[in-house]
């Protein structure tokens, strides 16, 4: 069914703002999903804060050209679907990797991370990635892992003074006129 020209005009700049507006997106071929799997992926996207639409692929190319991104011919062909992350780009280019893994009529084709191109297996490659606050936590680790080793290396200092104090006086001083 041919779609008018003011839908699709209204689809690209729908497409346009979507890419403005986001930090990155996963470019995914899909075919032979049930509505029950695509409505699954489409939640697990939405928890990390992402959106997935299934895209015309003339109409998205000319977005993606209005918006200045760049894009290899063949992520235009076959079926579409853009996954769009504002935060969590591994969260987004995870849960797809995780239903391509379940159904192999779902593949990455790659996608775009503030502006720079990347190829599916590099996609698929931050989609192993540990979440986002599990990063944090092991970068804070490595940060704070210095400062825990200084501050326990003084503290074995004071220690050790206040032992060789301690004692010192405790061992019986001499009497005094005692030679």
Known sequence: MAISKE???????QYEALLKESNGMVLAAF?????REMEGLRKKIREVGGEFHVVKNTLAKL???RSGLEMPQEMFEGTTAIGFASD??????????ELAREVDTV???GGYIEGIFY???QMERLADLPPLPVLRGQLLGVIQAPATKVAG????????VVNVVKAYS???APAPGAA
Request: charged content about 25%; cysteine-free.
């Open 170 to 172: 405790e061992t019986e």
């Open 119 to 121: 190829t599916a297996d």
């Open 63 to 65: 977005a993606f050209e």
């Open 88 to 97: 969590d780009i591994p969260g987004v280019a995870r849960a797809i990797v």
């Open 7 to 13: 839908r699709k005009q209204a689809l690209v700049a």
């Open 31 to 35: 075919s032979g999903l049930t509505v």
């Open 107 to 109: 593949g990455i084709k």
């Open 153 to 160: 290396l003084l503290a074995a200092s004071v220690r050790q």
